[in-house]
């Protein structure tokens, strides 16, 4: 059974940076993923799509984060995933959720919380 541990999260005052991590387990050598993902959900909000990264290392990222975040992965590993942010605004404060997809299932992680101060 895949599960996926996010970690990283905290306060943090508005300019300030975060760095998310997401590990993988239950996988050999993470086969068959391929799509990774951070989303996230504010209080009384839907949750978002806030970067992806392609098992090519192709990337998007919500208009929102453009410039200030950026995900990444460990392709030797291909279980970890990362969202370094940077410039961090009062509006990004969410809980910040780790997804993948393996074999055409989605996984995801419980998430972590996030909190900026202005």
């Known amino acids: 059974q895949v599960q996926l541990v996010e970690s990283g999260g905290g306060l943090v005052q508005a300019g300030g940076s975060l760095r998310l991590s997401c590990t993988a387990s239950?996988?050999?050598?993470?086969?068959?993923?391929?799509?990774m993902a951070w989303h996230r959900q504010a209080p009384g909000k839907q949750r978002e799509l806030v970067a992806g990264?392609?098992?090519?290392?192709?990337?998007?990222y919500a208009d929102s984060v453009k410039g200030r975040f950026t995900i990444s992965r460990d392709n030797a590993k291909n279980t970890v995933v990362y969202l370094q942010m940077n410039t961090l605004k009062p509006e990004d404060s969410a809980v910040y959720y780790c997804?993948?997809?393996?074999?055409?299932?989605?996984?995801w992680g419980k998430g972590t919380l996030v909190t900026v101060s202005s």
């Open positions: 997804n993948i997809e393996r074999f055409g299932t989605n996984y």
């Open positions: 239950g996988t050999l050598l993470g086969i068959g993923i391929n799509n």
């Open positions: 990264i392609r098992r090519t290392g192709d990337t998007n």
